[in-house]
């Protein structure tokens, strides 16, 4: 099964309200806009979704507000993402805020070390 494209109104919203300081660093996984700091991912989209790794709390405290659980293939969760409802991504100031925590919690994180060139 093929994964769709990100609609591109969600691809704009994403462009707005990811930073690109503090560490932060665009670029795509899977063909999808992603964003790392310290080369670990913090936030991005998949198909109509999108995503953000968040503490425990963070977790917990999006679920209240409509966020489930990130599963890129169906009965396989992502532990530690979730997919943010519509109304916060319809929000830039909100989706920013989110966003802005998962790049705080991910920062903490060790940075992943460049990988070996494949010979």
């Known amino acids: 099964m093929a994964w769709k494209k990100s ?3 969600l691809v704009s919203t994403f462009e707005r309200v990811v930073p690109t300081k503090g560490g932060a660093e665009r670029r795509k996984m899977f063909g999808y806009p992603a ?3 310290g080369g670990n991912m913090f936030a991005g ?5 999108f995503v953000l ?4 709390a963070g977790l917990e ?3 209240r507000l409509g966020a489930s659980d990130f599963e890129p ?3 396989r969760a992502m ?3 979730v997919v943010l409802p519509g109304k916060i991504v319809a929000e830039d100031a ?3 805020r989110w966003v802005e925590r998962a790049l705080r919690h991910v920062a903490k994180m060790p940075p992943k070390g460049k990988r070996p060139a494949k010979r």
């Open 7 to 9: 609609p591109p109104e």
């Open 35 to 37: 964003a790392f700091v």
């Open 45 to 49: 989209l998949h198909e109509d979704n």
């Open 53 to 56: 790794r968040l503490d425990d």
């Open 61 to 63: 405290e999006a679920k």
């Open 73 to 75: 293939m169906p009965g």
């Open 79 to 81: 532990k530690g993402w």
């Open 94 to 96: 909100v989706a920013r």
